[in-house]
C-alpha cells in the first residue's frame, strides 16, 4: 500500500522531470539522485514503469505547443462546382511538407527503436548504475564544450525543418542510439549534438530533438503501460497523473525558455552542469 507522501514527490518528480527532459542535462541523472533522497513508496515494478510514463505529460507540451507545426490536417473553403454559385465547402488539406517531416522523423528513430526492443533489458540491467550516468554526464558535457568551440563564428547550413535530408535524419538517430545504451547520456543531449556536427542551427537542432521525443516516448511509454504487471489502486493512478501533469506544466515553461535562451546563446552552459552533476554523483555514491 502506497503513502499518500507519494503525491506530494511525484509533484516534485514531474518538476524534475519537465525541466530536466528538455535541456539537455540528462533526467536520468537527476532522477537517479532524486531516488536516493526521496524514493517513490512503490514497488520496484510501478517504479520503472513510473519514471517512464511520466514522460507522457512532457511530450504533451511538445504536442500543445508545436502543434501548429506537427499535424499535417487541416481545412480549407473550396468552391462547389456543383452547388450554386457564391456556394463553398470545407475540405480537408494535407501539408506535405509535415507528412515528410514525419516520415523523416520515423527513420531516425528506426535505430534506438531496434536496439530498445532487441537488448531494452540487458541494456538497462548491465548500464543503469550511478557510474556510468557520471561518466556519461562528464563525458558528453565535455563533448559539447568541444563542439561549441569548433562551431565559433561558423554560420550553419541548415536552419529551416525542409533542409533536413533522409541522411541526416537517419545519422541523427544513430546519436540517439548513444543515449538509448547509456543512460545519462540525455536523449536531447545527443540529438541536439548530432544535429550541431551534422550542420543543423541551435534551434533547429533543439526543435527537431522536440519532434523525435513524440513517437519514440510515447512508444516506450505505452510499451511499459502493457508489460506492467503490478497492482493498480486510486493512489496509484493518482501519484501517476500528478507527475505527469506536473511534468506538462513545468515543460511548456522550459522549451519556451530552452528555445529563447538558444537564439542568443550556445549550449556551453549545459555542458558545465553536466561536468559539475556527474562529479556531485560520483562524490555522493563515493561516500554514501
Known amino acids: 500500500m502506497t503513502s499518500w507522501w507519494d503525491i506530494f514527490r511525484s509533484i516534485i518528480y514531474g518538476i524534475v522531470e519537465g525541466?530536466?527532459?528538455?535541456?539537455p542535462v540528462s533526467s536520468t541523472g537527476h532522477l537517479i539522485l532524486l531516488e536516493e533522497w526521496m524514493p517513490l513508496d512503490q514497488s520496484p515494478e510501478y517504479f520503472s514503469m513510473y519514471l517512464v510514463v511520466i514522460q507522457l505529460g512532457a511530450i504533451m507540451a511538445v504536442v500543445v505547443t508545436y502543434w501548429h507545426r506537427i499535424w499535417p490536417f487541416g481545412w480549407h473553403t473550396g468552391r462547389n462546382e456543383a452547388a450554386e454559385p457564391g456556394n463553398s465547402q470545407k475540405k480537408i488539406s494535407v501539408k506535405p511538407e509535415i507528412i515528410a517531416m514525419w516520415l523523416k522523423i520515423l527513420v531516425a528513430c528506426i535505430p534506438a527503436a531496434v536496439i530498445g526492443v532487441l537488448f531494452g533489458d540487458d541494456i538497462d540491467r548491465i548500464f543503469y548504475n550511478p557510474w556510468v550516468v557520471a561518466?556519461?554526464?562528464i563525458i558528453v558535457g565535455i563533448i559539447f564544450i568541444l563542439v561549441e568551440n569548433r562551431m565559433k563564428g561558423s554560420r550553419p547550413g541548415i536552419v529551416k525543418m525542409d533542409g533536413i535530408s533522409w541522411k541526416i535524419a537517419f545519422f541523427i538517430g544513430l546519436f540517439q542510439v548513444v543515449a538509448a545504451v547509456f543512460p545519462g547520456v540525455s536523449r536531447s543531449g545527443a540529438t541536439i549534438i548530432g544535429g550541431l556536427v551534422l550542420?543543423?542551427?541551435r534551434t533547429l537542432a533543439a526543435e527537431f530533438t522536440f519532434y523525435m521525443a513524440v513517437?519514440?516516448?510515447f512508444g516506450a511509454s505505452l510499451l511499459k503501460l502493457i508489460t506492467y504487471d503490478g497492482g493498480w489502486d486510486l493512489l496509484s493512478i493518482l501519484v501517476l497523473l500528478t507527475g505527469m501533469?506536473?511534468?506538462?506544466?513545468v515543460?511548456?515553461?522550459i522549451i519556451e525558455f530552452l528555445m529563447n535562451y538558444i537564439r542568443k546563446n550556445n549550449f556551453k552552459?549545459?555542458?558545465y552542469y553536466r561536468i559539475a552533476l556527474g562529479l556531485l554523483v560520483v562524490?555522493?555514491?563515493s561516500f554514501s
Do not use: N
Not at 501533469?245 to 506544466?249: D, G
Open 19 to 23: 525541466i530536466t527532459e528538455w535541456l
Open 135 to 137: 561518466a556519461a554526464l
Open 199 to 201: 550542420g543543423l542551427s
Open 215 to 217: 513517437p519514440v516516448m
Open 245 to 249: 501533469a506536473v511534468a506538462f506544466l
Open 251 to 253: 515543460s511548456q515553461k
Open 269 to 271: 552552459v549545459f555542458g
Open 283 to 285: 562524490l555522493y555514491f
